[in-house]
């Protein structure tokens, strides 16, 4: 599936299709012409991905091939053990998590689950956590904790489910409980924004020593769509909501929200899942050992310091 924006890089795709379908056993010639073509498409996913807009890099964070962190579990960790529950309501599927290990380091994952399929989506409610979603996160957390065990949380949400049954069973209080806890959480907790990070549904696990973003992620205190329908009375404003919100990765870490970048390959996650989970783990690696080395007593004062900082104007 290509984007309207990446039109240029379609038709090129196209051609190239054409041609393997009409030279099954293709000749120097068609080789030529091939690699010839796949060296257009190339530069051209490079011209198109190194000018990208707000609204548009939320399009490449929605992308239906994005990978989502079932892939990221199945690309970076091993001997992964889910666990399920948040021991007072039931299970909620739109937040997954469980032991892992990274590169050899025992770590606790847990994370927004959207759902591949329709069915999956409908089960996990489209990545949309319920209260007993963020209370599981939490108790895990809380395990990981117990053990000394670091957390890696991957963000991926267009926010908490806003229905009438989760705000019943406390959505609102579920996820200030989580980011009071994760404030003094006293384990190395690296949050990680791998798509959409959405209003509260994404700060409720993104409490973190360091936080992270793919380069073509966003992070926002709401949708631009909604941002838009607010302040315009008018969703088709989201463009110029999305500008205005400064989501993007290279936006956050210019206001010291983020901490790193991690590169994705050129035309985005979604066109190359192995280059994105080398440039994933190299990033999370490389902060584990550095966050491990520190003292309980240092972590805190850390992760205080970081966000008392946030927000400051010149």
């Not at 992964?80 to 025992?106: N, P």
């Amino acid at each position: 599936m290509n984007l309207d924006f990446e039109k240029p890089v379609s038709e090129i795709e196209e051609a190239i299709a054409d041609l393997k379908a009409k030279n099954p056993e293709p000749s120097a010639d068609v080789k030529a012409e091939l690699d010839k073509l796949e060296a257009s498409r190339l530069a051209s996913l490079k011209s198109v991905y190194a000018s990208l807009t707000p609204w548009q890099m939320v399009q490449v964070a929605r992308h239906p091939d994005r990978p989502l962190i079932r892939d990221f579990l199945a690309g970076l960790c091993s001997e992964f053990i889910e666990l399920h529950g948040d021991r007072h309501f039931g299970d909620d599927q739109g937040m997954i998590g469980g032991f892992a290990t990274l590169d050899g380091i025992r770590v606790m994952v847990i994370g927004h689950q959207k759902g591949r399929t329709l069915e999956d989506k409908i089960k996990c409610n489209f990545g949309q956590a319920c209260p007993e979603g963020y209370r599981k996160a939490l108790r895990l957390m809380k395990l990981a904790e117990k053990f000394h065990v670091p957390v890696i949380a991957f963000i991926d949400t267009p926010g908490a489910f806003p229905g009438k049954d989760a705000e019943e069973r406390g959505q609102a209080e579920a996820i200030a409980r989580n980011l009071l806890e994760m404030a003094v959480l006293k384990t190395p907790v690296i949050a990680i924004v791998t798509g959409e990070g959405g209003s509260g549904g994404a700060i409720g696990i993104g409490v973190g020593d360091v936080i992270l973003m793919l380069s073509n992620a966003v992070y926002s205190v709401i949708s631009p769509e909604g941002c838009a329908s607010i302040l315009w009375r008018d969703g088709t404003k989201a463009p110029e909501a999305a500008n205005a919100l400064k989501i993007t990765a290279k936006s956050l870490l210019d206001l010291k929200i983020a901490d790193e970048i991690v590169p994705e390959p050129v035309g985005g996650a979604h066109r190359d899942y192995p280059g994105t989970m080398a440039a994933t783990r190299k990033v999370l690696v490389k902060h584990l050992k550095r966050l491990q080395g520190l003292s309980s007593k240092k972590l805190l004062k850390r992760r205080f310091d970081k966000y008392a900082a946030m927000g400051r104007f010149r």
